[in-house]
């Protein structure tokens, strides 16, 4: 009976942290998209683009980004649409992530769908950290969602997967 008892309390606590994070709070980032973020996330403007950040009390770090290629690089949709799904465009886009983050190793940029928009996904690992930054971006018009999440070495989660694909469309 012992043995059943301490079996059943190790099966609770460790279901606990799933229940802890079943009621995420999902943020508007713009009139177009909204992403789920494990708790209410800060809203930072730099350098003209809007940012939301939360850390996760599992110290998950959490970011979703709107960037208007029309306003920072004078880029409209049009302008995008011939080149967004080539492989050198999704190897720019990685090529800016390694210039702001040179102490990462990068692995190679896949391009996907998303809602039949184009998405573009990498993941990197922080050579000293070793923590791993994982990377969805969506690119809607002359816009791109960033949406990343950086989970510290030794951290086993599936947070981070949650929170890459809760991104939702608003009509």
Do not use: H
């Not at 309390?9 to 799933?18: D, I, K, R, Y």
């Not at 009139?31 to 850390?55: A, D, M, Q, R």
């Not at 390694?98 to 391009?111: D, G, L, R």
């Not at 922080?126 to 809607?140: A, F, P, W």
Request: hydrophobic letters at 40%; proline letters at 3%.
């Amino acid at each position: 009976m012992k043995k059943i008892s301490f079996l059943l309390l190790f099966v609770l606590f460790q279901s606990a942290p799933t229940f802890a994070q079943s009621a995420w709070v999902t943020q508007k980032i713009d009139e177009k998209l909204s992403v789920k973020f494990p708790e209410t996330p800060s809203k930072v403007i730099k350098k003209g683009s809007e940012s939301y950040v939360n850390k996760g009390k599992d110290s998950v770090q959490y970011s979703a980004i709107v960037l208007d290629y029309k306003v920072l690089a004078n880029l409209d949709s049009s302008t995008l649409a011939s080149m967004k799904d080539t492989q050198q465009f999704a190897d720019q886009i990685r090529g800016g992530m390694v210039t702001q983050k040179p102490n990462y190793t990068f692995e190679a940029a896949k391009i996907g769908k998303w809602n039949t928009f184009t998405n573009y996904s990498f993941s990197g690992i922080d050579n000293s950290s070793k923590g791993r930054l994982s990377v969805q971006m969506i690119l809607i018009g002359s816009k791109m969602y960033v949406l990343s999440c950086l989970v510290p070495d030794k951290l086993v989660t599936k947070n981070d997967e949650r929170f890459l694909s809760s991104a939702e469309l608003l009509r």
